[in-house]
């Protein structure tokens, strides 16, 4: 049977599909919790949102009293696990599964994906000054991705991530993530960076060709070409 799954990013007022089989929310969009009772659950995060001006401004109280299936964390080299699953239990975060996609799964998971000749391109057209480009051209292929300004988004990886793991046969809706400058700032502690956005938009392009994928916003599919889920 061919399931939905759900990729939901933060941006405010998002059409939801009338079906959900499986949700991944991504990082704040965890909000929508309570819109999602059958559905299992997941979540997507980055370690950046345990840091302190994030955590006690914003996601503390947001993740109180959830009950998640995969919790997934996308760390950094320095990031420690023990202190934010301290901070989780703290808030009555449950899950029954913990994930670390480390810096190195991260890149091979776009590899994997897109193949390293469409990321190798994807960056070298990129419009920026040539040295900096150069620069960050070195870390792609030496895979020194801790630093790199030309990275997509958390809700572009977890994209990624489902892809990987459900392929074609199941459909995979994309809802809740913009795709300029500006309108990935969900809350005031966030803001999508103009880094993510050129990569977003490249790496929507490609995952149009995929019949598999769809989305519920009418800008994405009308800019990337992804099929618009209708009747939902």
Same mark, same amino acid.
């Given at each position: ?32 919790? !309570? ?5 299992? /659950?997941?979540? #997507? @995060?980055? +370690?950046?949102?345990?840091?302190? %001006?994030?955590?006690? &401004? ?30 989780? !239990? ?5 899950? /029954?599964?913990? #994930? @670390?996609? +480390?810096?190195?799964?991260?890149? %091979?998971?776009?590899? &994997? ?30 895979? !020194? ?88």
């Amino acid at each position: 049977m061919i399931k939905n799954i759900l990729i939901l990013g933060s941006k405010p007022k998002p059409t939801l599909p009338k079906k959900v089989n499986c949700i991944y929310f991504v990082n704040g969009s965890i909000y929508a919790y !309570k819109n999602f009772k059958e559905a299992t /659950k997941n979540h #997507i @995060i980055t +370690s950046d949102c345990f840091e302190e %001006k994030e955590w006690l &401004n914003y996601y503390k109280k947001l993740l109180q009293n959830k009950n998640i299936n995969n919790l997934i964390i996308l760390t950094k080299k320095n990031t420690n696990v023990k202190e934010i699953e301290k901070k989780l !239990k703290l808030s009555n975060y449950k899950y /029954k599964m913990l #994930i @670390i996609l +480390s810096q190195k799964y991260k890149k %091979k998971l776009i590899i &994997n994906t897109l193949s390293r000749i469409t990321l190798f391109r994807i960056t070298i057209n990129r419009p920026d000054d040539i040295k900096r480009k150069i620069k960050e051209i070195i870390k792609l292929l030496i895979n !020194k991705r801790e630093d790199a300004k030309y990275r997509p988004s958390t809700g572009v990886l977890a994209c990624l991530y489902a892809i990987n793991k459900y392929r074609e046969n199941n459909k995979i809706i994309i809802s809740g993530m913009g795709i300029k400058k500006g309108s990935h700032a969900y809350n005031k502690y966030q803001i999508y960076y103009d880094n993510h956005c050129y990569f977003d938009k490249q790496i929507f392009k490609i995952l149009s060709k995929k019949r598999y994928i769809f989305t519920t916003d009418d800008k994405l599919s009308s800019y990337s070409g992804i099929e618009k889920l209708e009747n939902n």
